[in-house]
């Protein structure tokens, strides 16, 4: 895939600028987000089919997808800021060093952090109503979600300090898992906690891998992420305690046996930390998108069938 340019992305017509528009947000990555959700629902449905709304759930789709996807152009204004993904030459389009618009002249840095404020207050709007149907509790977890998604890359935040891999874990896992049980079910059940555990073990190795190639460019920007911290040689075994951490948790849930089919998103996933530790990159990415991908997609089934068979 090649990266943005003025000639692809020319602004000569309504249809190119909102193209424009969506590819700067990175919605290729919107699978660490969405999934979870669908998990989530489906764990709900499993403890009580008369809570399923599919509004609701449609609804909550639409909200963390649009915080998400503020986050992803929020982040890319801020790395622009710190010189961090223009100094990234180890970068590997699409998955790492940003969307490259602004780097590449196609946007300016001031349009796509208004871009990323919009959807973010658009993913608050959304937040907001949800809470006025169902109630405080659901506003102080999408609360919790938004306020940590806004602070995630911002100079002086959670990314820079090498809290980023653990922020992930609780906006695209936790509080997923608790939020939507809450939404659906009224109250929050033990089996939300460790579900979103999981996910959120699954989804943060996502950044894991992809903060990698980006080591040199954070290390000389300040960005002190946690794989800067440890250094590529080490960062790399990073990957094996994330997976590790998410297939123990879905071990030790209270969940019902079939959703633990999940496990079988270790397959991609130790092909993931086959290819990093060969120093392979490429396919240690997409291995990595598929094992969380496929863990979210196993989990819902299972949680299906589960309800099905009674167990």
Not at 30 to 52: D, E, K, M
Not at 189 to 207: C, E, N, Q, Y
Not at 236 to 258: E, K, M, Q, T
Request: glycine content about 12%; charged content about 10%; some cysteine.
């Amino acid at each position: 895939m090649t990266e943005p340019s003025i000639a692809l992305y020319h602004r000569r017509n309504t249809g190119n600028v909102l193209a424009m528009w969506v590819a700067a947000t990175r919605p290729a990555f919107l699978s660490a987000s969405v999934l979870p959700v669908i998990a989530a629902s489906a764990y709900a449905w499993y403890l009580h089919t008369g809570a399923f709304s599919l509004p609701l759930v449609l609804a909550a789709i639409v909200n963390i997808a649009l915080i998400h996807l503020g986050a992803n152009a929020l982040n890319d204004y801020f790395d622009a800021k710190n010189g961090t993904d223009a100094a990234n030459q180890a970068r590997i389009y699409p998955f790492t060093g940003g969307s490259r618009f602004i780097q590449n002249g196609v946007m300016r840095a001031e349009e796509v952090r208004n871009l990323g404020m919009a959807l973010m207050g658009a993913g608050a709007l959304m937040g907001l109503y949800l809470s006025a149907i169902i109630g405080p509790t659901l506003l102080y977890i999408g609360l919790t979600g938004g306020v940590f998604a806004a602070l995630y890359s911002m100079p002086g935040g959670l990314a820079p300090k090498g809290l980023g891999d653990l922020t992930i874990a609780l906006c695209f896992g936790v509080l997923p898992a608790i939020g939507v049980s809450y939404m659906l079910l009224g109250h929050i059940p033990a089996g939300a906690w460790w579900l979103g555990l999981v996910m959120g073990s699954f989804t943060a190795a996502i950044l894991w891998v992809n903060s990698i190639p980006d080591i040199e460019a954070d290390k000389q920007a300040g960005k002190n992420t946690l794989p800067v911290r440890l250094g590529a040689a080490l960062a790399r075994h990073g990957l094996v305690v994330l997976f590790a951490i998410g297939a123990l948790g879905l071990i030790a849930a209270p969940l019902p046996l079939w959703p633990k089919g999940a496990l079988l998103a270790l397959i991609p996933a130790v092909l993931a930390i086959r290819a990093l530790r060969r120093g392979q990159l490429i396919p240690a990415i997409p291995f990595t998108l598929l094992a969380h991908a496929s863990l979210c997609l196993l989990l819902a089934i299972g949680f299906v069938i589960a309800r099905g068979v009674g167990g």
